[in-house]
T-cell receptor
Framework: DVKVTQSSRYLVKRTGEKVFLECVQDMDHENMFWYRQDPGLGLRLIYFSYDVKMKEKGDIPEGYSVSREKKERFSLILESASTNQTSMYLC?????????????FGQGTRLTVV | DQQVKQNSPSLSVQEGRISILNCDYTNSMFDYFLWYKKYPAEGPTFLISISSIKDKNEDGRFTVFLNKSAKHLSLHIVPSQPGDSAVYFCAAIPQTGANNLFFGTGTRLTVIP
């Protein structure tokens, strides 16, 4: 059974804090993704990684950075948290290759920035 | 620019009836389409998918239809059950790239007992 685990279910941080969201997957997937979900906007891609130490910007990378030092772990970093980064953050992983490869999601981290 | 669109934010259906959720896309390079189901405070879970070379895929109560010429797909749930109440996201994967999923904005389905 594929498991994608996010380190926290709920987080409350102050404006200006540096925030780390951690994600670990146990299926040896090459691809890992960070999305945020907001009402009326669906899931929007922040960053993704297709290999260790590789990263690509998604649709909304501003204010975020990522780190992938090991294949199983993909971290999302908010360098200086702001209130507009209050959201549900979702990590996902998948095999590479074309088509026929759904992404598996973690349970999500609800981040509130006050 | 939203490449995958779900124009109905919500849908209510009586238990036992059919639920039809719709999705439109603009990018003809999308190769593979998926539906995810999401309960509150949980991550999305994969429901069903369809390749662009097919027009229908069925899995139990769930059927996905793809109309490539119209760039439209739909998810049919029959019969609908109260446990189906959730937000449903349509997603698409392009032919090239790292299997990045492009998501729609979601449709909240409520099945009324």
């Amino acid at each position: 059974d594929v498991k994608v685990t996010q380190s926290s279910r709920y987080l409350v941080k102050r404006t200006g804090e540096k925030v780390f969201l951690e994600c670990v997957q146990d299926m040896d997937h090459e691809n890992m993704f960070w999305y945020r979900q907001d009402p009326g906007l669906g899931l929007r891609l922040i960053y993704f990684s297709y290999d260790v130490k590789m990263k690509e910007k998604g649709d909304i990378p501003e204010g975020y950075s990522v780190s992938r030092e090991k294949k199983e772990r993909f971290s999302l970093i908010l360098e200086s948290a702001s209130t507009n980064q209050t959201s549900m953050y979702l990590c996902a992983s998948s095999y590479p290759g074309q088509g026929d490869t759904e992404a598996f999601f973690g349970q999500g981290t609800r981040l509130t920035v006050v | 620019d939203q490449q995958v669109k779900q124009n109905s934010p919500s849908l209510s259906v009586q238990e036992g009836r059919i639920s039809i959720l719709n999705c439109d896309y603009t990018n003809s390079m999308f190769d593979y389409f998926l539906w995810y189901k999401k309960y509150p405070a949980e991550g999305p879970t994969f429901l069903i998918s369809i390749s662009s070379i097919k027009d229908k895929n069925e899995d139990g109560r769930f059927t996905v239809f793809l109309n490539k010429s119209a760039k439209h797909l739909s998810l049919h749930i029959v019969p609908s059950q109260p446990g189906d109440s959730a937000v449903y996201f349509c997603a698409a994967i392009p032919q090239t790239g790292a299997n990045n999923l492009f998501f729609g904005t979601g449709t909240r389905l409520t099945v009324i007992p």
